[in-house]
């Protein structure tokens, strides 16, 4: 299944998608020609089947047959405020949380991250491809970086620049992961929309107190340590 980069429109018509590395993926990596079907998702919750019928080294055109609904579309929208950590682990809480059907990930400069900055480009490429690789037919979104004061505000007034501005209304009801807290109950999941995650060194004391102070109910997932 591979990511059109745009949207696609209708069925038995022409589609032309400009790409090096997407033709590169397919002539090379996959080996596959003029003639071959492959499967086309644009994160609209739909499948398009087409048929390769042209292109050259940088673009590649094909005829779209039919189109259904992608066999896995998240049902529930959650959004994961994940605080910054080093570059690979982020790019693995990117990666593992599109294939579990996060909404959308949140990057937060927390007062512990290690690292200050990420490569969006990048983020959004690995989430393509987790979109991808697990079948799902809509791709996360990636916000750009905020702290943990402007996020919890987007949390709870929502954020009319966000998705090329649709606007997002508030999340419900936030929950927060810390070691020293409360024992997380299945009780306690009920209708959560967000989940905020600290860095490697957890949370300061001056981040649980914005928690509290903004009735985010911090949890402890077990006394184990998690890498």
């Known amino acids: 299944m591979l990511n059109s980069g745009g949207k ?7 589609l032309c998608v400009k790409s090096a ?21 644009d994160g609209s919750g739909f499948d398009y089947e087409c048929e390769i019928v042209g292109g050259d080294k940088d673009s590649m055109i094909f005829r779209t047959n039919s189109s259904e609904h992608s066999r896995y579309v998240p ?3 959650v959004c994961l405020f994940a605080a910054i950590t080093k570059k690979d682990t982020f790019e693995w809480i990117v990666e593992k949380a599109t294939e579990l059907g996060v909404t959308r990930i949140v990057p937060i400069l927390a007062e512990r ?3 200050k900055s990420l490569n969006q480009e990048r983020l959004n490429k690995i989430a393509i491809e987790a979109s991808e690789q697990s079948g799902r037919g809509c791709v996360t ?19 009319a620049q966000a998705g090329g501005g649709t606007r997002k209304g508030a999340i419900a009801r936030c929950i927060a992961f810390h070691t020293e807290s409360k024992l997380v109950s299945s009780d306690d999941l009920d209708e959560v929309g ?18 509290h102070n903004n009735k985010i109910l911090v949890l402890c997932l077990g006394n184990q340590v998690l890498r």
Not at 8 to 14: P, R, Y
Not at 141 to 157: N, S, V
Not at 195 to 211: A, C, H, K, L, N
């Open 8 to 14: 696609i429109a209708g069925v038995q018509t022409e």
């Open 21 to 41: 590395e997407l033709v590169n993926q397919i002539r090379r990596v996959f080996r596959l020609k003029n003639g071959d079907a492959v499967i086309l998702f």
């Open 75 to 77: 049902t529930r929208d």
């Open 113 to 115: 991250s290690e690292k």
């Open 141 to 159: 979104e990636i916000l750009p970086i905020k702290t943990l004061g402007e996020a919890i505000e987007y949390a709870r007034d929502g954020d």
């Open 194 to 211: 967000g989940v905020f995650i600290g860095p490697e060194g957890g949370w300061s004391p001056d981040e649980i107190d914005m928690f």
